[in-house]
């Protein structure tokens, strides 16, 4: 399973270095967020060569460009830093992200002052 993230850079952003972290919090730190993680493994994050769209579905994903970093094992209460560099400025990025190995991450976003969480990986 797959999910794919849509980054809106502003043009303000312009020379200002940009970093793409995974937050997995403990659960017990969620207000109004959720999520499971069973199975071992890690998380491949792939930049796109487009945003994904409404119409985007696994049969039509953009092609993958650039970032290609995969974080061998993850686990509740850590930080991942996925990549770091110059924001593209005005510009819609997006990133793939995929489960590795046996690793099952169901998760529901909500506002929670730090912390996003998305459908499922």
Known sequence: MSSIFNFDIPASDAGKTCTVVFLLPEQKDLVT?????????GLHFQELSSPATEDTTYANTPAPAGVDVTIPSVTSGNDYTVVSHACGAGERISFKVSATGSLDLSYFQDFNARYFLHTAI
């Not at 967020?33 to 493994?41: E, K, Q, V």
């Open 33 to 41: 967020s959720s999520y499971t993680i069973s199975g071992a493994g």
